[in-house]
């Protein structure tokens, strides 16, 4: 964390430099220069956490927004911390193990407007570690009951979005276009004509993906967020996402938002969640909200080998968040709890992962800071 | 297809509901709160990003294959 501040502040001072500005009378003032012209900046701080009995999931990452003449500039820097206890099935000869594993993640992004209604992004992601706590749990399971080493899973992506306000301060449509090339944690299994050799899956993937978003305000009390999204992943079929948001303004200081979505995938991986959220203005300041979401799909595509597909799973969370805010700084705190559901594993090779796929309780909870120079 | 059914009535809503009424300057104010805002980040932002590791079918855009 002191490494990111201190990248963040040489961040500012070389910009500083180049434009041949002082950098504390930059910061007193907006006022165009003759080099670069510094405009408007944000710094965000989150930290999100995911803990059940036998996982714990804790994510911290600082980002940052920078105008800077045309350009704005915008960087996040993250750790994740995966903490998993490894249960094997009853009956196995493994013995029970826990696990650590820190997961960095690091994008960087620039945006410039075309025309006044029309914006150009590109952001690039790199993640170095295990994408989540599942990868984790089952990186050690084939460590301790094959001895597979130690895999060394990254990801990265670039993403290319337009965006365009046809019809300013009331409808807008956007468009991204997406690549990520990840290795992942290859899947395992005895070969099933020797009986003694082992089989390892492909542990590269690449995924194409692209997007469309309309937005609009349909009278002065809805808005509506509509989104389209297709993703073609390497040795699977594309994959149909949408997803419907819905913003209602019930007084002036009562809210309500919904979600509807879906995605299907061939030729078994169908989904559907929804959820609700009712946010209430306290005083001008504070603001009260609690939501109810539900998710649930038929089970997963499986990537990398046979018995690592996860069965269907039902999902519910109930939400309680407070949010302070003034005109330059907001601050939020909130709380939920998880509950999934999953299928039966069944009676085939993916009975090893009985304990990974298993019912869990989680509590949720978030905190956040953003603050506007 | 399946999909296709279950937000049929989500299209068809939109084209009801989408009355043209007009959006005065003090009705951007309200429409630009955050309780009315879809691309809300940092502390405005209300949902807890690690649960999406147990729901693949609400992945993102810009989320990695991942698998295991």
């Not at chain 1, 992942?184 to 390892?200: Q, S, W």
């Not at chain 1, 109930?318 to 003034?326: D, E, F, P």
């Amino acid at each position: 964390m002191k490494c990111t501040t201190l990248a963040i502040l040489g961040f500012y001072g070389s910009v500083m430099i180049l434009s041949g500005q002082d950098f504390a009378s930059s910061l007193a003032s907006n006022e165009p220069s003759k080099g670069l012209s510094l405009g408007a900046s944000s710094v965000d701080f989150e930290i999100d956490g995911l803990f059940s009995s036998d996982i714990k999931v804790i994510d911290s990452s600082i980002s940052f927004e920078q105008a800077i003449g045309s350009l704005t500039i915008t960087g996040s820097y993250g750790i994740t911390e995966h903490e998993v206890d490894v249960i094997p099935p009853p009956g196995s000869f493994i013995l029970p193990s826990s696990r650590n594993e820190d997961t960095y993640a690091y994008s960087l992004g620039v945006s410039k407007s075309i025309r006044s209604d029309l914006l150009l992004s590109i952001t690039g992601s790199y993640t170095d570690g295990f994408s989540d706590h599942r990868s984790l749990w089952i990186s050690e399971f084939y460590e301790n009951s094959f001895g597979t080493g130690d895999p060394q899973p990254e990801s990265f992506s670039i993403n290319v979005g337009i965006d365009w306000d046809y019809d300013p301060g009331r409808s807008s449509l956007g468009f991204t276009f997406g690549y990520s090339d990840a290795r992942i944690v290859a899947g395992v299994a005895i070969d099933p004509i020797t009986f003694i050799d082992l089989v390892v899956g492909d542990n590269n993937l690449d995924t194409f993906s692209g997007s469309v978003r309309w937005e609009t305000a349909l009278n002065p009390r809805i808005k509506t967020q509509q989104t389209l999204q297709v993703s073609i992943t390497e040795t699977r079929q594309h994959r149909v996402q949408f997803r419907s948001d819905w913003a209602f303004r019930l007084r002036d200081d009562l809210y309500l938002r919904g979600q509807i979505g879906g995605a299907i995938e061939n030729p078994v991986f169908e989904s559907i969640y929804g959820g609700l959220t009712l946010a209430y203005e306290i005083t001008p300041n504070w603001q009260f909200d609690v939501g109810y979401r539900y998710y649930e799909d038929t089970g997963e595509i499986n990537t990398a080998n046979f018995n690592t597909a996860a069965p269907g799973v039902v999902n519910t969370e109930i939400s309680a968040g407070l949010l302070w805010k003034n005109q330059n700084t907001s601050i939020r705190a909130s709380v939920a709890l998880y509950d999934s559901d999953f299928d039966p594993v069944g009676s085939g090779p993916n009975q090893v992962f009985t304990n990974l796929f298993r019912d869990r309780d989680f509590v949720a909870a978030r905190f956040a800071v953003s603050h506007q120079f | 297809m399946k999909l296709l059914k279950i937000f049929t009535p989500v299209i068809t809503l939109l084209g009801v509901v989408s009355c043209s009424s007009e959006i005065s300057v003090a009705d951007q104010y309200y429409l630009n709160k955050t309780g009315m805002s879809f691309d809300v980040t940092g502390a405005e932002l209300g949902e807890c990003g690690l649960v999406s590791q147990f729901e693949r079918g609400r992945s993102s855009s810009s989320q990695a294959a991942g698998g295991g």
